[in-house]
């Protein structure tokens, strides 16, 4: 019997957040920096290199690319394409600066106005360019601030100077998701997201 694919949650907090439905069948691996959350692996983003290559179908890292430096997303990247098997993707969620700005000015908002409303209550304008500050000053933790912004031309190209040969990007609901194949795409991977042939 075939062992089951793995995914890799990057940045993921807990397993008590859960997956798009999609890796329902994936063993769920949690990697995160901070041990509350009880992750599998306790690792900065920055250091997945230390970890064994060509391990995991796919990475998953929904809005946690935005905390690190513009300088260290290469990096990361990069260790996302260490721990990926050939054939395996990234699939990374970030907010949308350019539909916040656009949204931000047509509604005529300030910073420190609502921009949506989540389950962890009111998002500012502010949280979505620097990082949700009820989080960053409840926890006294400042990576839980945002110290980098996407667009979805800005997250291309960044996967690709990262070496990823095939992305595919997608907006909505103020956020920028990519889903980036390490060499060819598996194609029973692709048909999960329903990503049409390269």
Same mark, same amino acid.
């Given at each position: 019997?075939?062992?089951?694919?793995? /995914?890799? !949650?990057?940045?993921? !907090?807990?397993?008590?957040?859960?997956?798009?439905?999609?890796?329902?069948?994936?063993?769920?691996?949690?990697?995160?920096?901070?041990?509350?959350?009880?992750?599998?692996?306790?690792?900065?983003?920055? !250091?997945?290199?230390?970890?064994?290559?060509?391990?995991?179908? %796919?990475?998953?890292?929904?809005?946690?690319?935005?905390?690190?430096?513009?300088?260290?997303?290469?990096?990361?990247?990069?260790?996302?394409?260490?721990?990926?098997?050939?054939?395996?993707?990234?699939?990374?969620? /970030?907010?949308?600066?350019?539909?916040?700005?656009? =949204? *931000?000015?047509?509604?005529?908002?300030?910073?420190?106005? /609502?921009?949506?409303?989540?389950?962890?209550?009111?998002?500012?304008?502010?949280?979505?360019?620097?990082?949700?500050? =009820?989080?960053?000053?409840?926890?006294?933790?400042?990576?839980?601030?945002?110290?980098?912004?996407? *667009?979805?031309?800005?997250?291309?190209?960044?996967?690709?100077?990262?070496?990823?040969? /095939?992305?595919?990007?997608?907006?909505?609901?103020?956020?920028?998701?990519?889903? %980036?194949?390490?060499? %060819?795409?598996?194609?029973?991977?692709?048909?999960?997201?329903?990503?049409?042939?390269?």
């Amino acid at each position: 019997m075939a062992s089951p694919r793995k /995914v890799l !949650n990057v940045g993921g !907090n807990s397993k008590a957040i859960p997956l798009p439905p999609q890796y329902a069948g994936f063993e769920h691996l949690l990697l995160d920096l901070d041990p509350k959350g009880q992750p599998d692996i306790v690792c900065d983003a920055r !250091n997945l290199r230390s970890l064994d290559a060509a391990q995991f179908d %796919a990475v998953y890292c929904s809005h946690n690319l935005e905390h690190y430096y513009r300088h260290h997303v290469r990096g990361v990247l990069g260790g996302f394409l260490h721990v990926l098997k050939d054939g395996g993707f990234a699939h990374i969620r /970030v907010p949308d600066l350019q539909e916040v700005m656009r =949204v *931000t000015l047509d509604r005529g908002l300030d910073v420190d106005d /609502v921009l949506y409303q989540s389950p962890a209550g009111p998002i500012m304008v502010v949280d979505v360019l620097y990082g949700y500050s =009820v989080e960053i000053e409840r926890s006294g933790q400042d990576f839980f601030a945002h110290k980098t912004g996407f *667009t979805a031309k800005s997250l291309l190209r960044a996967l690709q100077l990262a070496g990823f040969p /095939v992305v595919y990007i997608g907006t909505g609901n103020l956020e920028v998701a990519a889903w %980036a194949f390490k060499g %060819a795409p598996d194609p029973a991977l692709r048909a999960l997201f329903s990503l049409p042939d390269p």
